[in-house]
């Protein structure tokens, strides 16, 4: 069944990304993916966001603004602060609600896409073969193991079908992080100069330190 072995891959390739990512991170992609549309929370995050950079902006225009010389204008500024952060904590406590119901429907969902599919398939085609191995090519018990747990002997069952995919693809994600590792690592420092490689120092010709020149000032003495 080649739709069956295709099928069991693709979603061990799914967990195995679920797994690699996070489900945080997945759940706060999904997140934002979802406030693009229109949905019943879109205003509200688009507000919340107005309402963070207003206060942001109001608590900078209150640090530059001194409280004893300015104090009108720096009450005025606290009144319209105040009154923001308390709209914005009060968007931001309604958004968290929401978002903690939204993350646990995803989080049902997923599982039940993921490993409850995956248990589901090994209950119900526990007892098919999903290929089958030449005769008398394996010891008895290699095909007792690789028929486990219900299957017809000789052949592979689901369960291990699904064990030999997890295992593949987490050598072939392993091989490629080292693979981008190994690319993106730098080469070295910076390139040493002649005197810190060791090599021997040029010496000038015309330099006081050369035996040539402490010979030409002797002479000049005498």
């Known amino acids: 069944m ?23 991170a997945i759940n706060d992609l999904l997140w934002t993916l979802f406030n693009k549309l229109p949905t019943p929370t ?70 039940l ?12 085609y526990a007892r098919q073969p999903l290929f089958w191995i030449p005769q008398n090519w394996l010891p008895g018990y290699v095909e007792w193991l690789l028929a486990f747990p219900r299957a017809p002997r000789g052949s592979v ?15 072939v994600s392993a091989a490629a992080v080292a693979i981008y590792a190994l690319g993106v690592q730098p080469t070295g420092g910076k390139r040493k100069t002649g005197s810190e490689k060791g090599e021997p120092m040029k010496i000038s010709p015309s330099g006081g330190g050369t035996p040539q020149g402490r010979t030409g000032e002797r002479k000049k003495e005498f």
């Open 157 to 171: 069952s689901i369960q291990i079908w699904g064990i030999a995919c997890a295992s593949v693809i987490q050598l």
């Open 113 to 124: 896409g993921t490993n409850g599919l995956r248990f589901f398939l090994q209950f119900w």
């Open 42 to 111: 879109s205003k509200g995050v688009q507000d919340q966001t107005l309402l963070r950079r207003e206060v942001v902006r109001l608590k900078r225009e209150m640090n530059s603004t001194s409280s004893q010389d300015q104090f009108a204008k720096w009450a005025k500024l606290r009144r319209q602060h105040d009154k923001a952060l308390a709209e914005y904590d009060q968007k931001t406590n309604s958004l968290t609600t929401y978002k903690t119901s939204f993350d646990n429907t995803i989080t049902i969902s997923r599982w």
């Open 2 to 24: 080649p739709s069956l072995l295709m099928t069991v891959f693709v979603l061990q390739l799914a967990i195995h990304l679920v797994n690699t990512l996070g489900a945080v």
